[in-house]
T-cell receptor, first 117, second 108 residues
Framework: NAGVTQTPKFQVLKTGQSMTLQCAQDMNHEYMSWYRQDPGMGLRLIHYSVGAGITDQGEVPNGYNVSRSTTEDFPLRLLSAAPSQTSVYFC????????????????FGPGTRLTVT | EDQVTQSPEALRLQEGESSSLNCSYT??????LFWYRQDPGKGPEFLFT???AGEEKEKERLKATLTKKESFLHITAPKPEDSATYLC?????????FGTGTRLTIIP
């Protein structure tokens, strides 16, 4: 089991460029999320998905797009990169059936460090 | 909207010196309380899930406890390898609200 994998590990973009951060998990988890981590602010939720074909916005969705065509993959697209999107991005996945209400932990990938100049 | 506050921001302990980290939150109700460990340059590593007030979980030198409005992570006789940032989060499954973490340093 590789768990949650993310590519690339590092990326430098110029303002206005677009790119896709890749995330994949091999644990057959239904639930996947994207967070960004900035100094002094903790991890903040960008977008999440409760299953293939279903996505929703988190706390800081502006400038980002997601789709979920398979259970395994959950890519994050930056539409037009801005310096404010310089951050470390983490993808996470978790299990648990809809409606149970019981909390289930998320498992995180190693992160992508993005710099926008 | 839940708010999660961790204290202290940073903590330096001598090896073997026990202490506790605090995590407080604003919204009661049926949500999980999660503790993670994060090493520099790595993703958060899951430690514990707590769900009900009074619940306790242990793993090696770590013990997590939960009340109605806060959680504690107790570290007993820590070793240098316990140095890391410890993150607390509240939520359910795909939507977690994180605190800013406590940076723990254990001095040999």
């Amino acid at each position: 089991n590789a768990g949650v994998t993310q590519t690339p590990k590092f990326q430098v973009l110029k303002t206005g460029q677009s790119m896709t951060l890749q995330c994949a998990q091999d644990m057959n988890h239904e639930y996947m999320s994207w967070y960004r981590q900035d100094p002094g602010m903790g991890l903040r939720l960008i977008h999440y998905s409760v299953g293939a074909g279903i996505t929703d916005q988190g706390e800081v969705p502006n400038g980002y797009n997601v789709s979920r065509s398979t259970t395994e993959d959950f890519p994050l697209r930056l539409l037009s990169a801005a310096p404010s999107q310089t951050s470390v991005y983490f993808c996470a996945s978790s299990y648990g059936a809809p409606g149970q209400g019981r909390a289930y932990e998320q498992y995180f990938g190693p992160g992508t460090r993005l710099t926008v100049t | 909207e839940d708010q999660v506050t961790q204290s202290p921001e940073a903590l330096r302990l001598q090896e073997g010196e026990s202490s506790s980290l605090n995590c407080s939150y604003t919204v009661s109700g049926l949500r999980g309380l999660f503790w993670y460990r994060q090493d520099p340059g790595k993703g958060p590593e899951f430690l514990f899930t707590l769900y009900s007030a009074g619940e306790e979980k242990e793993k090696e030198r770590l013990k997590a406890t939960l009340t109605k409005k806060e959680s504690f992570l107790h570290i007993t006789a820590p070793k240098p390898e316990d140095s890391a940032t410890y993150l607390c989060a509240r939520g359910i499954r795909e939507k977690l609200t994180f605190g800013t973490g406590t940076r723990l340093t254990i001095i040999p």
